[in-house]
């Protein structure tokens, strides 16, 4: 398997543009994560997916983000207008169904290194 | 909310020596305590969990202890290597939370010769 893929891996872009953060989960992994990591606030989770379903975005920092699923293969995650404190590295993982009696780990992808100039 | 604190932020070790990482947790439902390793340039990966229902794990080089009562557990690496030079993240979650997880702020190894 080829992994979590995202893309681009790295963003340069100018206060106030659209960027747009793609990836590709693990085939047959339910769950897809968004994290946000900083050297100030670490690893944030953004918003998680079940089934293409958004279930937690109490981590969306404001509405100029956004994320959507429109398929158990791609989720974007959107950020119109960028400010340069949205600089930061962007990571999507994704894993397996989870059960109560089972624990799954959470496979990530190798990020996208976001800078708002 | 679950709450992870994770300590130390940086630990230098030489090579040979052992390495502990300490973590302490909120929610007393949390269950699961997955630790993850990044490398420079690329995203977290999982090396090793423990589970409530179990005090102590260890593969190879690599242990984790876990004290419910305490609400705390801890990532032991011994002998250490270069290769073991990375950020270190702890993390809780618990049945039913829907694989979400609370990651600790990070640990910075640098392990030198």
């Known amino acids: 398997d080829a992994g979590v893929i995202q893309s681009p891996r790295h963003e340069v872009t100018e206060m106030g543009q659209e960027v747009t953060l793609r990836c590709k989960p693990i085939?047959?992994?339910?769950?897809l994560f968004w994290y946000r990591q900083t050297m100030m606030r670490g690893l944030e989770l953004l918003i998680y997916?079940?089934?293409?379903?958004?279930?937690?975005d109490s981590g969306m920092p404001e509405d100029r983000f956004s994320a959507k699923m429109p398929n158990a293969s791609f989720s974007t995650l959107k950020i119109q207008p960028s400010e340069p404190r949205d600089s930061a590295v962007y990571f999507c993982?994704?894993?397996?169904?989870?059960?109560?009696?089972?624990?799954?780990?959470?496979?990530f992808g190798p990020g996208t290194r976001l800078t708002v100039l | 909310g679950e709450n992870v604190e994770q300590h130390p932020s940086t630990l230098s070790v030489q090579e040979g020596d052992s390495a502990v990482i300490k973590c302490t947790y909120s929610?007393?439902?949390?269950?699961?305590f997955p630790w993850y390793k990044q490398e420079l340039g690329k995203g977290p990966q999982l090396i090793i969990d423990?589970?409530?229902?179990?005090g102590e794990k260890k593969d190879q080089r690599i242990a984790v202890t876990l004290n419910k009562t305490a609400k705390h557990f801890s990532l032991h690496i011994t002998e250490t290597q270069p290769e073991d030079s990375a950020v270190y993240f702890c993390?809780?979650?618990?049945?039913?939370?829907?694989?979400?997880?609370?990651f600790g702020t990070g640990t910075q190894l640098k392990v030198e010769l």
């Open positions: 993982a994704s894993s397996p169904p989870a059960s109560e009696s089972s624990y799954n780990e959470q496979f």
């Open positions: 085939s047959g992994h339910d769950y």
């Open positions: 997916f079940n089934n293409n379903v958004p279930i937690d």
């Open positions: 929610d007393s439902a949390s269950n699961y």
């Open positions: 423990i589970r409530s229902n179990v």
């Open positions: 993390a809780a979650s618990r049945s039913g939370g829907g694989n979400k997880l609370t």
